[in-house]
């Protein structure tokens, strides 16, 4: 037998076998042995490790993998895109999950990124942040006395 996953909550171990079973793989729950050195769980029920048989454990690890790439996708596709995110896509940057937005994280290495800036400037996309709706009679007379930029002079689908 091999430990598939060791020290977690028994509720999500019961979830992990469920899956497993439907694969027609059988796994054992056992108290877990894993020790926590500096943290305490606080969860209900105990801590486990899910056992697999040696001959299922490549497929049991398999499945999880197939499981867990599914997720980011799907999570991905519900992702929001700013105005730039095709500038971003064609300058090759390392896209990931930046609070609901598909953002770049990178587009070269930290080091490589940090000296450019450094030396030229950088540049951040935040046309993501900041997002307010004003309604109302009075609502382009009041943006303009909230904020320091002149709405009342904006094109329809401007922003500032």
Same mark, same amino acid.
């Given at each position: @037998?091999?430990?598939?996953?060791s #020290?977690i ?9 469920e899956?497993l ?6 796994s054992?729950?056992?108290? &877990?042995?894993?020790?926590y ?8 029920g &105990?801590?486990v ?13 398999q499945i999880?993998?197939?499981?867990? $790439?599914? #997720?980011?996708?799907?999570? @991905?596709?519900?992702?929001?895109r ?8 064609r ?11 598909? @953002?770049?994280? $990178?587009?070269d290495?930290i ?10 400037? #950088? ?5 993501? @942040?900041g997002?307010?709706? +004003? ?11 909230? +904020?320091t930029?002149s709405?009342? &002079?904006?094109k ?5």
């Amino acid at each position: @037998m091999k430990v598939l996953k060791s #020290g977690i909550p028994e509720f999500e171990a019961k979830m992990y076998q469920e899956i497993l079973l439907k694969e027609g793989i059988f796994s054992e729950l056992v108290d &877990s042995h894993f020790a926590y050195t500096d943290s305490v769980y606080f969860g209900s029920g &105990s801590l486990v490790d899910i056992l697999i048989p040696d001959d299922d454990f490549e497929e049991a690890v398999q499945i999880f993998e197939d499981l867990q $790439q599914r #997720g980011r996708e799907k999570r @991905m596709s519900d992702l929001k895109r700013t105005p730039l995110y095709s500038e971003h896509v064609r300058l090759k940057g390392k896209l990931v999950d930046f609070a609901g937005w598909e @953002m770049p994280l $990178q587009y070269d290495s930290i080091i490589n990124e940090h000296n450019l800036v450094r030396k030229e400037a #950088g540049l951040f996309d935040v046309s993501h @942040m900041g997002e307010i709706e +004003i309604v109302g009679p009075d609502a382009i007379q009041f943006s303009d006395y909230l +904020i320091t930029n002149s709405v009342s &002079s904006l094109k329809n689908g401007a922003i500032v």
